[in-house]
């Protein structure tokens, strides 16, 4: 046996043996999260398990440094991106044995230990002290706080009951609260945008549109290629030489795989699940007040709910993003007191929802509980659709109480869905919709009333990208909301506004892609500066 002293702590570190590193603080175990083996993969506190996404090998480097190595993935703690800032996560990744990928141990008190990076000089550290299963792990400066001391437990020592492979699958999945999201403790960025825009700026977050009418045949979830007769279903717009559900696997794959200045940057996916509009078709009523006929019908409610199963066992274990249902909790509202919307939840799915009462709001609890028991790892948010809030801002509060949205990771909300340039022509109403401080204020006062109702951030989702240096043409729309937001980002952070996505919400309308880098620019700047942290 090869047993490695390390002066500066004062511990033997047995570099043949497997160690669960328990943190002082949170008594929570350094975790690999949700058993992911890809390079860029976050790492977690978890209660401890004695899993082997838990246990790490320490490998010897040399002049007292080693990389930590997971059982589970194979691969090291890592300084993701060789950063020095304050803040910033580690990741796992392949062995290079970089010196973003070295540690030495600092001694503290009763035998616990700091993991201090040799490239940054920074400590690992459960970020406040968390108490949350699944929040990230970050570097920052040497203080020896408690939040910044672990204790290196040999592997076979764990407790804890959580069973393995549930990495992620507390009622918070992606660690969300209204400091942070989806483990990140500054705003988000990012959008709806093509390859090229998105590895073009230190982009967070891609987002993509999941809807139409529920698989023609229950046969399409156990298929092994799609039929050209279902193409009209979301789960086979790649067509019929791939599998159903190939679109979820696609967008998810194109995310990860993104990069920026050359390096591997891996983005999460939102995707905005948007289907009851289509449900209401299925009911010979559209969309709108047609969706709401269409919940209180089991054998259609049926379908849909299946559908929904199946699209979140494609996201799987991914730590990606759920917007659920734009639109349709308006329409639900407006009826009236939520409980009392009539929905066939029970009958439609007794299995997954049995419990829930039939109503609009048993609903959203149902599609809330279904993801975070389907894709462990992913955030929920209910879409926040509150067309009265100026006028109404109780009734909107009370109703998201009503529908469970504290049991979701976010709520998410539109500002408008189309640059202001294309609704002040007369041919779209001459509308004034663009911001000054002080309608963009209101906006951020009211997110901040509805994020503190429900203890969860917001995300702010198809942003128009309307550039005020725009000729008012298709593409190239006039609009100030990238310009505003990004010269208020302390003003956002304050509205616990967790991210800030940004897309066209229509045809004809400005994109990434055409307005001149100005999404772009601003996005490298706010990099640059180290981010917008969350409060």
């Not at 043949?16 to 977690?44: E, H, I, M, Q």
């Not at 869905?417 to 951020?444: C, E, I, V």
């Not at 509805?450 to 942003?463: A, D, T």
């Amino acid at each position: 046996m090869v047993v490695v002293n390390t002066a500066s702590a004062g511990t033997d570190v047995n570099t043949n043996s497997w160690y669960t590193l328990v943190n002082r603080s949170t008594g929570k175990a350094l975790d690999g999260y949700g058993f992911a083996t890809n390079d860029g993969a976050p790492l977690a506190q978890w209660s401890r398990s004695g899993a082997t996404n838990q246990q790490w090998k320490f490998i010897d480097s040399g002049d007292g440094n080693y990389r930590l190595q997971n059982r589970n993935s194979g691969k090291v703690l890592d300084d993701y991106n060789w950063s020095t800032t304050e803040g910033s996560e580690l990741v796992q990744w392949r062995d290079l044995n970089g010196a973003n990928q070295q540690f030495h141990l600092e001694k503290s008190s009763d035998g616990y230990v700091r993991l201090i990076n040799r490239h940054s000089g920074k400590a690992v550290e459960v970020p406040g002290g968390s108490k949350t299963d699944g929040s990230r792990i970050a570097q920052y400066h040497d203080w020896n706080g408690p939040q910044q001391q672990w204790q290196l437990v040999p592997a076979g020592s764990a407790g804890g009951t959580r069973n393995a492979g549930n990495s992620g699958s507390s009622a918070t999945p992606g660690g969300s609260s209204a400091k942070r999201l989806m483990g990140s403790s500054t705003v988000l960025l990012g959008g709806m945008m093509e390859d090229a825009t998105a590895n073009a700026a230190p982009f967070d977050v891609r987002y993509a549109y999941i809807h139409s009418q529920p698989a023609p045949s229950s046969d399409a979830y156990t298929a092994s290629r799609c039929k050209s007769e279902w193409s009209g279903w979301w789960g086979c717009w790649t067509g019929n030489t791939t599998a159903p559900g190939t679109q979820v696997t696609v967008y998810k794959d194109r995310a990860s795989k993104a990069t920026y200045q050359g390096k591997p940057r891996p983005q999460k996916t939102l995707f905005t699940w948007y289907s009851l509009r289509d449900l209401g078709d299925a009911a010979g009523q559209g969309d709108g007040p047609g969706e709401v006929v269409a919940i209180n019908r089991a054998d259609l409610l049926t379908k849909y709910l299946n559908d929904y199963r199946f699209f979140l066992q494609k996201i799987g274990t991914s730590p990606d993003m759920i917007d659920i249902e734009p639109d349709f909790w308006g329409f639900a509202r407006s009826l009236g007191n939520l409980h009392q919307v009539p929905a066939q939840v029970k009958a439609a799915n007794p299995t997954d929802c049995g419990s829930q009462e039939n109503s609009a709001s048993g609903l959203a609890q149902c599609l809330i509980s279904m993801a975070h028991k389907y894709a462990p790892n992913a955030g929920v948010g209910l879409h926040l659709t509150c067309f009265d809030w100026q006028q109404n801002t109780a009734k909107c509060t009370k109703d998201y109480a009503d529908l469970g949205a504290s049991n979701a990771d976010f709520l998410v909300s539109d500002v408008t869905d189309r640059d202001a340039g294309w609704y002040a022509l007369p041919a779209h109403g001459s509308r004034d919709t663009f911001w000054n401080d002080q309608k963009g204020f209101a906006a951020l006062t009211f997110y901040k009333t509805m994020s503190e109702s429900v203890g969860k951030p917001v995300v702010l989702w198809q942003i128009p990208l309307g550039n005020m240096a725009g000729n008012n043409t298709p593409g190239h729309f006039k609009d100030d909301k990238v310009d505003w937001f990004f010269s208020h980002m302390d003003q956002v952070a304050n509205a616990h506004v967790g991210a800030l996505l940004f897309g066209a919400g229509w045809s004809e309308q400005t994109t990434p892609e055409t307005d001149g880098r100005n999404l772009i620019n601003k996005t490298i700047a706010n990099h640059n500066s180290g981010g917008t942290p969350l409060k």
